[in-house]
């Protein structure tokens, strides 16, 4: 009885032993596999997240190095990507002259579809996309209008006229004439139009009668029109203009004391229509020298018939485009 006692206690133990390692085996069996699965349903999600192929035998430290590799090569391409947005930023304002602003920084970022169409073009491209209108310079029409003889009691009532058409004028003035009517010359100088010498004689015989006489009355001519106005004007018109007492000589002697010598190349005739004729013959004259280059300069005379008549022919002249200016030192003069 105690024997086989002994006996069925070693077989059963046999058979635990052996049921004990079945089941084992069976435990560990199950358990790689379950870790297997488990590993490649891991590596199925690390391929899905960083886009690249795994292998199936990939070991799990293989995979975390492609992963940190990825993660390098992506922060090293957004490091390139910032320094070469950076370098056409400079290169942008460099050629734009744009002060750095954050603003810009960020815009330059993130462009747009128009800011990419925008920064494609050249800057100097851009400033000359709109022409410089010459059409106003070479169309101007210049006109002087040149008053002697004076000045005169309406010589206020002209400069009025005057002002109503926006144009200036120059007046060319006799020396009595000038301590006569001082307040005129003022005006004159008040207003902006241009005071000139018409000698102190305005006499054929005694004006041109030397170099000596026709330097002698261009002086005296401008002290007084200095003392009354202030202005030492060089701006002269002898009387009855340069042709053809005016010799050679006296040009001479007047241009290197300074004077500068005008005459016309419009004669209105007022002098001896005394009406409103002088308007048509001014008219007529500019037509035939509508093809002429350079200023038309008209010669007038402070007479009341003159007055008169005035506001027709500036009439014309505003319509036809003309400018009335005075005339200036730079001037080039108009000389027969």
Do not use: C
């Not at 997240?49 to 990825?70: C, G, Y």
């Not at 007038?300 to 009439?315: G, I, M, N, Q, V």
């Amino acid at each position: 009885m105690g024997n086989l006692k002994s006996g069925w206690s070693k077989g059963t133990i046999i058979a635990v032993i052996a049921v004990g390692f079945l089941f084992a085996g069976i435990f560990v069996s199950n358990y790689f596999q379950a870790r297997a699965a488990g590993s490649e349903s891991n590596n199925h999600l690390k391929n899905e997240a960083t886009n690249l192929p795994v292998k199936k035998d990939a070991s799990p430290q293989t995979i975390v190095q492609n992963t940190n590799d990825l993660r390098r090569e992506k922060e090293f391409m957004q490091k390139q990507q910032k320094a070469a947005i950076h370098w056409r930023n400079e290169q942008e304002r460099e050629i734009s002259k744009v002060p750095d602003h954050k603003t810009t920084d960020i815009a330059a970022a993130n462009p747009t579809t128009k800011d990419k169409l925008t920064t494609s073009q050249s800057p100097a491209k851009k400033s000359n996309a709109t022409p410089i209108k010459k059409t106003n310079l070479q169309t101007k029409k210049i006109v002087y209008l040149t008053f002697d003889d004076g000045p005169a009691p309406f010589s206020d009532k002209i400069i009025k006229l005057l002002e109503k058409y926006q144009f200036k004028a120059t007046f060319f003035m006799i020396d009595g004439n000038i301590k006569r009517y001082p307040e005129a010359v003022k005006l004159m100088t008040r207003t902006g139009e241009t005071v000139g010498l018409h000698s102190v004689s305005h006499s054929q015989k005694q004006f041109y009668k030397s170099k000596k006489t026709v330097l002698s009355e261009l002086t005296q001519n401008r002290n007084t029109l200095k003392s009354v106005s202030g202005v030492n004007s060089f701006i002269m018109r002898t009387p009855y203009g340069s042709a053809p007492y005016m010799t050679n000589e006296y040009k001479k002697a007047v241009k290197q004391n300074g004077y500068i010598m005008w005459d016309w190349n419009i004669d209105s005739k007022d002098w001896y229509y005394k009406d409103k004729r002088y308007v048509k013959s001014v008219i007529e004259q500019i037509k035939q020298k509508k093809h002429q280059n350079g200023p038309l300069v008209i010669l007038l005379h402070e007479r009341k018939e003159t007055l008169a008549h005035l506001p027709k022919l500036l009439d014309y002249l505003k319509k036809h485009g003309y400018e009335g200016k005075p005339i200036e030192k730079t001037t080039v003069p108009v000389q027969f």
